[in-house]
């Protein structure tokens, strides 16, 4: 979570609070990552924003990268929250080590982080974000996931960066259009990002 400082801060620069969640075995939390356990933490998160800090299921925007964006997905498949933004994420990792490797080892990958399988059960809105030169996970895997995607939905293409430096090579246009999505789907009381308006 310490990597994303700087991210949570452009983000509550934008008018939204911010929770980053660390998985078991990641930053300082104990345990060992598994995926039902990541899938797990995930929803605790977001039990806490809404039963421990009071923020209505509907004002959430869940924001998940890489493999969070697969969390992300899992999480909010039937659920009523305000959107989600998924960056730099893929439709199943059989289908990225089938991208890196070939089928004999996607084969023996299994049907892992099916987010192609699930996010026909997402109703919120969604906005992708992906840059073009991204090794990791070509970008092929996310257009792959916003195809299967129902619903309202837009995705951006970060041009130039490759898998870690959407940040720093979207600039100002990749918050802005972070910001015009949480306007769209999460927008504060009154006009505008005005001080003391209703947080998201």
Do not use: C, M
């Amino acid at each position: 979570a310490g990597h994303r400082l700087a991210n949570a801060a452009q983000l509550a620069k934008l008018g939204a609070s911010v929770l980053l969640l660390d998985y078991r075995g990641y930053g300082r939390s104990e345990g060992r990552p598994t995926e039902s356990g990541v899938y797990r933490d995930a929803r605790a998160g977001l039990a806490h924003l809404v039963s421990e800090r009071g923020f209505p299921e509907e004002r959430i925007v869940v924001f998940g990268r890489s493999l969070g964006g697969a969390v992300a997905v899992d999480l909010v498949q039937g659920r009523a929250v305000a959107g989600a933004i998924l960056e730099s994420t893929f439709s199943s990792v059989s289908d990225l080590v089938d991208e890196s490797f070939g089928w004999p080892l996607a084969v023996l990958a299994g049907r892992r982080f099916v987010s192609d399988a699930k996010i026909a059960r997402v109703e919120s809105p969604l906005l992708f974000l992906h840059g073009d030169r991204d090794r990791i996970v070509p970008i092929a895997l996310g257009r792959r996931l916003f195809a299967a995607a129902p619903g309202r939905k837009s995705f951006a293409v970060i041009a130039g960066a490759g898998h870690n430096d959407t940040v720093s090579r979207g600039g100002a246009a990749y918050f802005d259009r972070i910001g015009g999505f949480l306007d769209l789907v999460a927008p504060r009381a009154g006009e505008g990002r005005k001080p003391g308006a209703s947080p998201r």
